[in-house]
C-alpha cells in the first residue's frame, strides 16, 4: 500500500530499461537509455580525488554545509554566470548531487497545495519532486518545430499567478534540449516579483549547448537576481556522475532554510569528492573542456539525426538526448521501446510520466555511445519499427 505522497509519483521508466539492458548482457545493444557518459572527468578531478582518499578531513561528516573550498569555488562559479557576488558562507551550500539540491530547495520553498510551473515535457525527476514536497506542476508547453523546440515566453509569464511558489527552469531542458533565452526572463520578471516567487534555475546543463552561445541565466537579470535560486551539479558538465556532488546557491534570506532542510535530508556529501569538484569548477582549462566534451555530444547527436532522417525526431539545442514523436508513428513510446529492444538490441526510454505530453515520446540519449557505434541505428529502427 502507498502512502498518499507517492500516489502520483509513476516512477521514471529508465530505471527498468537499464535494468532489462544490463540483465541481457549482450554486447550489441546500444545503451541510449540512460544518462551515462563515456567521456571521462577532467584529469584534475580524478588526480585530486585520488588524494583525498589518504586525507583524514575528507573523511568526515564536516563540515555539514560543504568544504569551505568548494563553496569558495561555487560561488566564484555562480557569480561568473549571474554577475553577482555570493558569501560563500550565507549565500551556498553543497548537496549530493543536482536532484538533491532541487528536492531540498523545493522543501524550502514551497508549501504544500502551491504550484511551481515548469515546462513540458520534462524530466520526469524534477515533476516528481515537485510533487513529493507537496507541490502541484503547472506545466507549461515546449512545442516541437523544424528548428527544435520552443517556449512561449508570454505563455510562460501567464502560468504565473497568486497560488504559484516557485517556477522552476531548465537549460537546456531534459530531455528535450530546448533552450531559454533573455526574452523568457524579461516576460516572468512581473509575475515574479508581483506574486513572490521564487525561481528555482537547474544549472546542470547550461554549458551543454549546440549554438556556441554563452549562458543565458536568471540570476543575471537585474529583476530576478534576488529571487533565483540555482542548482549545479558536477554530473553532467564536468561527467563526474559517481562523485555525487552538486551545490545551490542563491539569496541568504532563503539559503539558511535550504541548509536547514539539507541536515534533515542528507546530512553531508561525499568528503573525497568535494576537492575535486573544486578544482575541477576552479581549473583554468574548464571551459575548453567541457567545450570539447559538448562537441563530442553535439557530434554524435548529428549522426543519430543523419541516421533518423525521415523519422519524427525534434532536433536539441543542447543537452543529451532527443526525442522521437512516435505517436504520430501511430506507436505508443513503450510499444516502440519494447520493439526496439527486443528486435535491435537498442535500449531506449519511453516518456510517459515526463508531463503531460510525454506520453507521445521516445528518448534517446547520446552521451554513451561513441558515433562508430550509431552507424547502423537506422538500420536496426527500420527493424524494429517498418
Same mark, same amino acid.
Given at each position: 500500500?502507498?502512502?498518499?505522497?507517492?500516489?502520483?509519483?509513476?516512477?521514471?521508466?529508465?530505471?527498468?530499461?537499464?535494468?532489462?539492458?544490463?540483465?541481457?548482457?549482450?554486447?550489441?545493444?546500444?545503451?541510449?537509455?540512460?544518462?551515462?557518459?563515456?567521456?571521462?572527468?577532467?584529469?584534475?578531478?580524478?588526480?585530486?580525488?585520488?588524494?583525498?582518499?589518504?586525507?583524514?578531513?575528507?573523511?568526515?561528516?564536516?563540515?555539514?554545509?560543504?568544504?569551505?573550498?568548494?563553496?569558495?569555488?561555487?560561488?566564484?562559479?555562480?557569480?561568473?554566470?549571474?554577475?553577482?557576488?555570493?558569501?560563500?558562507?550565507?549565500?551556498?551550500?553543497?548537496?549530493?548531487?543536482?536532484?538533491?539540491?532541487?528536492?531540498?530547495?523545493?522543501?524550502?520553498?514551497?508549501?504544500?497545495?502551491?504550484?511551481?510551473?515548469?515546462?513540458?515535457?520534462?524530466?520526469?525527476?524534477?515533476?516528481?519532486?515537485?510533487?513529493?514536497?507537496?507541490?502541484?506542476?503547472?506545466?507549461?508547453?515546449?512545442?516541437?518545430?523544424?528548428?527544435?523546440?520552443?517556449?512561449?515566453?508570454?505563455?510562460?509569464?501567464?502560468?504565473?499567478?497568486?497560488?504559484?511558489?516557485?517556477?522552476?527552469?531548465?537549460?537546456?531542458?531534459?530531455?528535450?534540449?530546448?533552450?531559454?533565452?533573455?526574452?523568457?526572463?524579461?516576460?516572468?520578471?512581473?509575475?515574479?516579483?508581483?506574486?513572490?516567487?521564487?525561481?528555482?534555475?537547474?544549472?546542470?546543463?547550461?554549458?551543454?549547448?549546440?549554438?556556441?552561445?554563452?549562458?543565458?541565466?536568471? !540570476?543575471?537579470? $537585474?529583476?530576478? %537576481? @534576488? &529571487?533565483?535560486?540555482?542548482?549545479? *551539479?558536477?554530473?553532467?558538465?564536468?561527467? #563526474?556522475? +559517481?562523485?555525487?556532488?552538486?551545490?545551490?546557491?542563491?539569496?541568504?534570506?532563503?539559503?539558511?532554510?535550504?541548509?536547514?532542510?539539507?541536515?534533515?535530508?542528507?546530512?553531508?556529501?561525499?568528503?573525497?569528492?568535494?576537492?575535486?569538484?573544486?578544482?575541477?569548477?576552479?581549473?583554468?582549462?574548464?571551459?575548453?573542456?567541457?567545450?570539447?566534451?559538448?562537441?563530442?555530444?553535439?557530434?554524435?547527436?548529428?549522426?543519430?539525426?543523419?541516421?533518423?532522417?525521415?523519422?519524427?525526431?525534434?532536433?536539441?539545442?543542447?543537452?543529451?538526448?532527443?526525442?522521437?514523436?512516435?505517436?504520430?508513428? !501511430?506507436?505508443? $513510446?513503450?510499444? %516502440? @521501446? &519494447?520493439?526496439?529492444?527486443?528486435? *535491435?538490441?537498442?535500449?531506449?526510454?519511453? #516518456?510517459? +510520466?515526463?508531463?503531460?505530453?510525454?506520453?507521445?515520446?521516445?528518448?534517446?540519449?547520446?552521451?554513451?555511445?561513441?558515433?562508430?557505434?550509431?552507424?547502423?541505428?537506422?538500420?536496426?529502427?527500420?527493424?524494429?519499427?517498418?
Amino acid at each position: 500500500m502507498r502512502v498518499s505522497r507517492l500516489q502520483h509519483i509513476p516512477g521514471i521508466g529508465v530505471d527498468r530499461v537499464g535494468d532489462a539492458a544490463d540483465a541481457a548482457g549482450d554486447p550489441r545493444f546500444l545503451r541510449l537509455e540512460n544518462l551515462d557518459t563515456d567521456v571521462p572527468p577532467p584529469a584534475i578531478a580524478r588526480e585530486v580525488t585520488h588524494a583525498a582518499v589518504e586525507r583524514d578531513d575528507a573523511n568526515s561528516y564536516l563540515p555539514f554545509q560543504g568544504h569551505r573550498e568548494l563553496r569558495e569555488a561555487v560561488a566564484a562559479h555562480v557569480g561568473a554566470a549571474t554577475g553577482r557576488r555570493y558569501d560563500p558562507e550565507t549565500e551556498c551550500v553543497s548537496v549530493a548531487g543536482g536532484l538533491n539540491g532541487v528536492l531540498n530547495v523545493l522543501l524550502a520553498t514551497v508549501e504544500p497545495g502551491r504550484e511551481v510551473v515548469i515546462c513540458d515535457p520534462v524530466y520526469a525527476g524534477l515533476v516528481n519532486r515537485i510533487r513529493l514536497a507537496g507541490g502541484i506542476p503547472r506545466h507549461v508547453r515546449c512545442v516541437p518545430g523544424p528548428l527544435g523546440w520552443a517556449t512561449d515566453p508570454d505563455e510562460l509569464a501567464a502560468a504565473i499567478g497568486p497560488w504559484t511558489a516557485a517556477v522552476l527552469l531548465m537549460s537546456p531542458v531534459m530531455p528535450t534540449g530546448a533552450v531559454l533565452a533573455a526574452e523568457h526572463f524579461d516576460a516572468i520578471a512581473g509575475p515574479v516579483n508581483r506574486h513572490g516567487v521564487w525561481v528555482i534555475y537547474d544549472a546542470a546543463m547550461e554549458r551543454i549547448r549546440f549554438d556556441g552561445l554563452p549562458v543565458a541565466h536568471p !540570476g543575471a537579470h $537585474p529583476d530576478l %537576481a @534576488s &529571487r533565483t535560486i540555482t542548482v549545479g *551539479s558536477a554530473s553532467k558538465e564536468l561527467r #563526474m556522475i +559517481g562523485w555525487r556532488v552538486g551545490w545551490v546557491a542563491g539569496p541568504a534570506s532563503i539559503m539558511g532554510d535550504v541548509h536547514l532542510v539539507g541536515l534533515t535530508n542528507v546530512v553531508c556529501q561525499v568528503g573525497i569528492a568535494q576537492q575535486a569538484v573544486a578544482a575541477a569548477l576552479r581549473d583554468p582549462a574548464a571551459a575548453e573542456d567541457i567545450a570539447a566534451a559538448t562537441r563530442v555530444w553535439r557530434q554524435r547527436c548529428e549522426v543519430i539525426l543523419a541516421q533518423l532522417a525521415g523519422y519524427p525526431c525534434i532536433r536539441p539545442a543542447g543537452g543529451w538526448s532527443l526525442l522521437i514523436d512516435t505517436a504520430s508513428m !501511430g506507436l505508443t $513510446p513503450e510499444e %516502440a @521501446s &519494447r520493439r526496439l529492444f527486443s528486435r *535491435s538490441q537498442v535500449a531506449a526510454t519511453p #516518456m510517459s +510520466g515526463w508531463g503531460p505530453s510525454g506520453g507521445s515520446y521516445l528518448r534517446l540519449v547520446f552521451s554513451n555511445e561513441p558515433a562508430e557505434r550509431l552507424t547502423d541505428l537506422r538500420a536496426r529502427f527500420d527493424a524494429a519499427l517498418r
